[in-house]
């Protein structure tokens, strides 16, 4: 089956750096790959996805990117805040069976004011 | 973030109980899922319905035990559990039973003596 790592399990940054967070995938035939922000005390968010017939996407101070020849996509951050603090995870999964949906094991992420 | 509800937020339960967990979501989706948030470990999908339908059981003890009368309400009832189950149990829904994007409650934390 599926089996995604993710790396690193802790990262700590300054205000205003950058930080990246990586995960890797088995399987080849996954193609949907998302990033999900669980805050303490709450469920897990979804910040933003990318599919596999795209490379790139980002959305403001995120991007993501995806590399399928190696089977690893990365999730970057600009410009930390503070309340960027939390917990990250990455997901990949096949098609539409929910029998392949798996995640990481999550990056805590703190931002140092 | 009142789209998917989740009661208890918190419980604790001795190994000889019978207690429920109650997730809702007022979303109009036509999927939900029961998840497993243990402790430095990867989320494990527990169950998952479709229109009010069982799709997937991933092998999870009877212990553990869905119930879901409507699109909009999922049941998890548990009975004579252990130790090593208490963790963070999460409800998640989507649109449909595919790849679409899932939103998570809040979660109960679960501890069981």
């Known amino acids: 089956g599926e089996n995604v790592e993710q790396h690193p399990s802790t990262l700590s940054v300054q205000e205003g750096d950058s930080a990246v967070i990586k995960c890797t995938y088995s399987?080849?035939?996954?193609?949907?790959f998302p990033w999900y922000k669980q805050e303490l005390g709450k469920g897990p968010q979804l910040i933003i996805d990318?599919?596999?017939?795209?490379g790139e996407k980002k959305d403001q101070r995120i991007a993501v990117t995806l590399n399928k020849t190696a089977k690893h996509f990365s999730l970057h951050i600009t410009e930390t805040q503070p309340e960027d603090s939390a917990v990250y995870f990455c997901?990949?999964?096949?098609?539409?069976?929910?029998?392949?949906?798996?995640f990481g094991s999550g990056t805590k992420l703190n931002v140092k004011p | 973030e009142t789209g998917v509800t989740q009661t208890p937020r918190h419980l604790v339960m001795g190994m000889t109980n019978k207690k429920s967990l109650k997730c809702e979501q007022h979303?109009?989706?036509?999927?939900m899922y029961w998840y497993k948030q243990s402790a430095k470990k990867p989320l494990e999908l527990m169950f998952v319905?479709?229109?009010?339908?069982?799709?997937e059981n991933n092998s999870v003890p009877s212990r553990f035990s869905p119930e879901c009368p409507n699109s909009s309400h999922l049941f998890l009832h548990l009975h004579t559990l252990q130790p090593e189950d208490s963790a963070l149990y999460l409800c998640?829904?989507?649109?449909?039973?595919?790849?679409?994007?899932?939103?998570f409650g809040p979660g109960t934390r679960l501890t069981v003596l």
């Open positions: 990318i599919r596999s017939n795209v």
């Open positions: 979303l109009g989706h036509n999927a």
């Open positions: 998640a829904s989507s649109q449909e039973f595919s790849t679409d994007t899932q939103y």
């Open positions: 997901a990949a999964s096949i098609g539409d069976n929910f029998n392949k949906f798996y």
């Open positions: 399987d080849s035939a996954s193609n949907y």
């Open positions: 319905y479709s229109l009010e339908e069982r799709v």
